[in-house]
Structures are given as C-alpha cells and as structure tokens.
C-alpha cells in the first residue's frame, strides 16, 4: 500500500472526508493492534470481577455500618 504524501493529505483535508481512505488508515492501525491470548483475557475478566465484588462488599459493609449508627443516634 502506497503511502499518502504530505501534499495528498493536505488535499484530501481540504476537499472533505474521503471514506476510502479512512478505512485504509483504520486497517492499518488494526494491524498494529497486539490482541491478547484468551488466557490473559479469561484472567483478567476474574481479576476484575474479584475486584467489583470486593469493593461492592465494601461498599455494602460500610453502608450498613452508617445505617446501624444513625439509627443509634435517632
């Protein structure tokens, strides 16, 4: 694939969005693009998972504490 001189970018900038070559500097970026294994992505999934559950809780355990101690107070 030929690449687009200064001059050519600058013309098709001025002349509007060309989709052709829109889509030709998307799949070039994609082909840049490191995709993770599946294990990496399965292990990550858990480990964020882990981390929503643990912060909920913590969340939940520190409201109820404040709903015990309202009522303690009223």
């Known amino acids: 694939m030929a690449k687009k001189t200064?001059?050519?970018?600058?013309?098709?900038?001025?002349?509007?969005?060309?989709?052709?070559?829109?889509?030709?500097?998307?799949?070039e970026e994609l082909a840049k693009v490191v995709w993770p294994s599946r294990q990496q992505?399965?292990?990550e999934s858990v480990a964020v998972l882990l981390m929503v559950i643990l912060s909920a809780?913590?969340?939940?355990?520190?409201d109820n504490f404040f709903d015990w101690a309202a009522k303690q107070v009223f």
Request: net charge negative.
């Open 57 to 62: 809780s913590l969340i939940y355990l520190v």
């Open 41 to 43: 992505v399965i292990s």
């Open 6 to 27: 200064e001059a050519e970018i600058q013309d098709t900038q001025k002349s509007g969005f060309d989709p052709a070559g829109f889509f030709d500097q998307t799949k």
